[in-house]
């Protein structure tokens, strides 16, 4: 009998996370409650629902005074809304689908990513290495779009272990985290975000902090000893694991990679030219990886054969085409100003940078230092105005929609230019996700 079984188990927002933890839930025989703001006729699988008996409410007061045993709550639904709050004045326990599936799954090696900027490519590429060695018991799961709760459910983790989890972790799922804890963590940089959501800087820093807060003295904790707010961070709440250290910059460090090589402990693994992903950013990503698998275990040759093979991830400076000499990259998973300026970064070619969607309230200044490229900027959607005051003092061109930037910059491209989306922003504004802001990009430019 599990700890679930027969209890009362309440799961706020159904959405993706929410749908897999009620599957899981079912099948550890908890006695559920949904509450969702939309009304019920929104709801996907509604009726789906009702047949295997969950109870699907409101967000009516009532619902936060029943006792329960487990609160599951979707990490995109704010810790500080009024009926969250009530819950934890209450004593209940909420946590994220992670936390229960962490919490019910068999002993497995889990690697949890996170950070500001490459968890997706970093995440995507540690999976191709381990896959190489474990093909059978390697699993993606995470915030790149497959919940952790699905996971244990169609890998059989409920009764088996050993198996290889890479997961990329979100500091909004990391935020309701209680006993979640990696054999291996990484925190690859980081940068300003999500502070609408969090509501400083400090507090956003701090959550992804806790990706090592429960790690054992035998865990090993991957450090970038290039990022300064990480070296202050850990500084405020050290870590309690060990620690395995990589660097761009420092050849002392345990991992290290210059122009030439990649290196571990000094010895040379494999050239850099290896890595087919362009951009200094991903050498860094790619260090991460290596760094991770060399903890596991895994022989250079196998390792060096899977980044050989990495393309990279879509949405992220993602090759689109080339069209008279102008090469077009998807970078709609640049949804900070810290990526739009790795993306700049990776190129030296002149370059035009569509910009632009929901209004984050993020400070553009820093990305003024890497416009040395930069022949135009063409800003779009919510924040398009501000973008163009900010970064070009009103010489950048304002338009609507992504499709009149794109117009914009095919009229003024010439040949060896890079036009590149890197909207510095979110997509909320004319988009449900960076991902149908990417395909819409795509699209466009695949029509040209």
Known sequence: MNAYYGKKVLVLGYARSGKAAIKLLLKLGAVITLS????????????????????????EKEIFEEDYYKVIKNPGINGRLWFVKRLRERGI?????????FEVAKKQHFIAITGSNGKTTTTTLMHEVLKKAYPDKTHLSGNIGIALCETVLENNLLEEEGHYIVLEISNFQLLDIINFSPEIAVIINLSPDHIDFMGSEDAYYRSKMRVYEN????????????????????????????????????????????????????????????????????????LVAVSAAKQLGMSTDIIQAAVEEFRGVEHRIE?????????????????????????????????ILLAGGFEKGLSFEPLKAYL???????????????????????????????????????????????????PTTSSFDQYSCFEERGEHFKKLVNEL
Request: glycine fraction near 6%.
């Open 36 to 59: 969702e703001a939309k009304p019920k006729e929104q709801i996907e699988d509604y009726l789906w629902l009702c047949e295997m008996g969950v109870r699907v409410t409101g967000q």
């Open 93 to 101: 326990p909420v946590t994220t689908e992670i936390e229960l599936a």
């Open 215 to 286: 790690m054992p003295e035998n865990g090993v904790f991957l450090y970038n000893t290039d990022d300064e707010k990480i070296k202050e961070y850990t500084s405020l709440l050290p870590v309690p694991c060990r620690q395995v250290t990589y660097s761009l910059e420092d050849k002392n460090a345990d991992f290290f990679a210059d122009e030439s090589f990649v290196y571990e402990n000094g010895k040379a693994l494999f050239p850099v030219n290896s890595i087919k992903v362009v951009g200094r950013h991903n050498v860094q990503n790619v």
């Open 319 to 351: 090759y689109v085409r080339e069209i008279n000499g102008v090469k077009f990259y998807n970078d709609s998973k640049g949804t900070n100003v810290d990526a739009t300026i790795i993306a700049l970064k990776a190129f030296s070619s002149p370059t």
């Open 372 to 422: 040395g490229n930069v022949k135009q900027v063409i800003a779009f959607g919510a924040c398009g105005e501000r973008l163009v005051k900010e970064l070009t003092d009103g010489t950048g061109i304002l338009v609507n929609t992504l499709d009149e930037a794109l117009n914009e910059a095919v009229k003024i491209a010439e040949h060896g230019d890079v036009i590149l989306l890197s």
